[in-house]
């Protein structure tokens, strides 16, 4: 086995969400300085809150502004923050009942060390000085000194929820590292492109060849293991002609994309079809890779000016 | 229609804190032949087929549909795929059986968790709004439960280390375990939590197979009977549950009758120490149940396989006649947020 492949793979997804009405005033509320809940059909009310009653599934709308105050319910001390946690220093992520509300949040407290927390000790927002109506509007809690405030025993007071300019959606970035290896077959197929080579596998009950390879024949559900070279030549089975300049790519349009049957293969791989005009690309046309210095991967298939493959030797390969 | 199924094979892989060297398919592949193997089936005689995986795990978009080599899908087969653990997998392939659709069915689920941050990437499911953007990792919020349970005086940490101790002691019997042995409990990773309550991070994949009624006799000695499989789920927001209980599994396990006998044995799918206390309370186990025998979740706990594989240890536990009636337990979620339960019994000897 030679040394495994790997390369690092960044996955980058900002998702852009919209809000419903009670999100919404919940995260503009925020950025507000203002922490709301709202109260289910059974009379509790739960922040964060929620669109539907937990319960019944009811649409609930009835917005009360709870105090940014309240008693932590569980926490855990967190030694070694990870990159996106709300503070990267050690801290207690919690979960804090505010004063008038039922349920509670979860957020992060900026504490000295695990000795200064505690289940039931008083807690109060940070606010972030930034706000722009997101959760981290709320940078983290820290401890506070004092009793409950009255709103707890009282009931929290109505609150309609409208603010200027509300918060209406909210985008969410993300972002995870990942170290992705190819396995087996593909890295066999990696390294021999290295040496400008296209090598497939056998299956070894049907004896198709496939390239790429994929470690398994899909028809038989058994591992391919024998490395067999294929190529160089080829035989464009199909093509399109693409019309669309793609972002970031440098290559005029219209240009041809092809499947190519390289000699010896039974898959189709796909490659841009140069050095002829794209409107004399045709099925059955002879092809060669052409390779640029330090790639991968051929840059593109030309016409080996070979006669046309007739149709009978590719058709099952389409 | 009231017809009986049955687990008739059960495959793993040894468990790998890294499969660096085989892709998803390679590595899942010989399970499925084991499976196949063990019944003299071929793929062609599989009438249903589904999966479990999440691309999110290793950052491969559509893995699924390249495992799907390894099953030789080819002509077209009765297929589907769940992103969750593959015992919800058994639980669509049981239904489908239970219809009348299907005889056999294959059952599969693999993880590889290796390639990415597995603590990170399992933030990306929690909700959106609220939750994802405050980034709280599976551990966090594991030992935000646990101190919860420890605050209402179910558990303390002595007694968790005893839980990570009995688990990776047991698995000393199991050839397919990451963890096994004596296994230092360590420094806390989030406190209560130290490493010892953890599982370990590692690559893995299973496979079971399920058939109906005679056809299942025929397959398997001593076939494992689902005597009923349920799954319930709670509240996604973490404030509005009572951490320190799981009426979810509770209610999946009264559905699949598993309150009707006693059991004795129960694979829990406990990832964390303090989850196999809640459980255990949850399920009103008393202390003649055998718990996880395998070594259970913290011993393997390849992410998406490792509740098949509860389902998987309790059946062939059944084939091997070490026991007669067994409750299979899988999660998934944060905290134990869902719950499937799965009654299984051997035919009596």
């Excluded at chain 2, 899942?28 to 499976?35: G, R, S």
Aim: hydrophobic share 40%; net charge negative; aromatic share 6%.
């Amino acid at each position: 086995m030679p040394d495994v492949l790997k390369a690092p793979l960044v996955v980058e997804f900002p998702f852009t969400r919209s809000l419903g009405p009670v999100q919404s005033a919940f995260l503009t509320g925020l950025r507000e300085r203002v922490v709301l809940g709202v109260r289910t059909g059974d009379g509790r009310t739960l922040v964060p809150p929620v669109e539907y009653d937990p319960v019944t599934a009811q649409e609930i709308r009835d917005l009360v502004e709870v105090a940014p105050t309240g008693t932590v319910t569980t926490w855990a001390w967190n030694p070694a923050p990870r990159r996106d946690q709300p503070l990267a220093t050690a801290f207690a992520w919690v979960l804090v009942r505010l004063d008038g509300a039922d349920t509670a949040l979860l957020h992060a407290l900026d504490a000295p060390g695990p000795d200064a927390v505690r289940t039931g000790m008083r807690v109060r927002v940070r606010w972030a000085a930034e706000r722009v109506g997101a959760i981290t509007d709320i940078a983290c809690f820290e401890p506070y000194h004092d009793a409950p405030a009255a709103t707890a025993a009282a009931g929290a007071p109505r609150h309609d929820g409208v603010f200027d300019d509300p918060v209406t959606g909210i985008t969410a970035a993300a972002r995870l590292d990942y170290t992705y290896s190819p396995g087996r077959a593909q890295t066999g197929y990696l390294n021999a492109l290295t040496e400008h080579r296209n090598v497939g596998e056998r299956c070894p009950s049907c004896r198709k060849v496939y390239v790429p390879p994929r470690g398994a024949c899909p028809t038989c559900g058994v591992a391919t293991s024998e490395q067999v070279d294929v190529g160089p030549h080829g035989t464009v089975t199909t093509f399109c002609i693409v019309n669309i300049k793609a972002k970031n790519l440098d290559i005029d349009v219209p240009y041809v994309y092809a499947h190519i049957a390289l000699d010896g293969a039974d898959l189709a791989l796909h490659g841009r079809i140069g050095g002829i005009p794209y409107d004399q690309v045709r099925m059955g046309l002879r092809v060669e890779p052409v390779w640029t210095p330090g790639a991968r991967h051929p840059d593109h298939y030309r016409p080996t000016g070979e006669p046309d493959a007739h149709y009978d030797t590719y058709r099952e390969l389409l | 229609m009231n017809r009986e199924i049955a687990v008739v094979a059960f495959a793993q892989t040894d468990h790998r804190r890294t499969s660096e060297e085989l892709s998803e398919v390679e590595m899942l592949m010989p399970v499925l032949h084991q499976v196949l193997a063990q019944t003299g089936l071929k793929t062609s005689d599989i009438g249903f087929t589904c999966s479990g995986s999440s691309d999110y795990l290793a950052g491969r978009a559509f893995s699924f549909t390249l495992a799907l080599d390894g099953v030789g899908a080819w002509p077209p087969i009765s297929e589907s795929h769940v992103e969750m653990d593959g015992a919800w997998a058994l639980y669509e392939a049981w239904t489908k059986l239970l219809t009348g659709d299907a005889d056999t069915a294959l059952v599969y689920s693999y993880g590889k968790s290796s390639p990415g941050p597995l603590r990170d990437v399992l933030t990306r499911q929690l909700d959106p709004y609220y939750l994802a953007p405050l980034w709280p990792d599976a551990v966090a919020l594991a030992a935000l439960q646990a101190r919860a349970l420890m605050d209402a005086g179910h558990t303390d940490e002595p007694a968790l280390a005893a839980v990570a101790a009995r688990s990776r002691g047991d698995a000393e019997a199991n050839p397919h375990a990451q963890l096994r042995g004596p296994v230092p409990h360590g420094e806390y990773v989030v406190h209560p939590l130290r490493t010892g309550d953890c599982p370990p991070l590692g690559d893995g994949a299973a496979a079971v197979l399920l058939a109906a009624g005679e056809r299942a006799r025929e397959l398997c000695e001593r076939p494992a009977w689902i005597r009923g499989v349920d799954h319930r789920i709670e509240a996604h927001s973490l404030g509005v549950r009572d951490l320190t209980d799981s009426p979810s599994a509770r209610l999946a396990a009264e559905r699949a009758g598993a309150f009707e006998r006693p059991v004795d044995t129960a694979e829990l799918h406990a990832p964390f120490t303090s989850q196999e206390v809640v459980l255990r309370r949850a399920l009103r186990l008393g202390d003649d149940v055998r718990v996880n025998p395998s070594g259970g979740a913290l011993a393997a706990n390849p992410v998406m396989a490792a509740g098949l594989i509860r389902v998987g240890e309790a059946a062939a536990r059944i084939h091997r006649g070490d026991c007669d009636r067994a409750l299979a337990h899988a999660t998934s979620g944060p905290c134990l947020q869902q719950n499937l339960v799965a009654v299984l019994e051997g035919d009596p000897r």
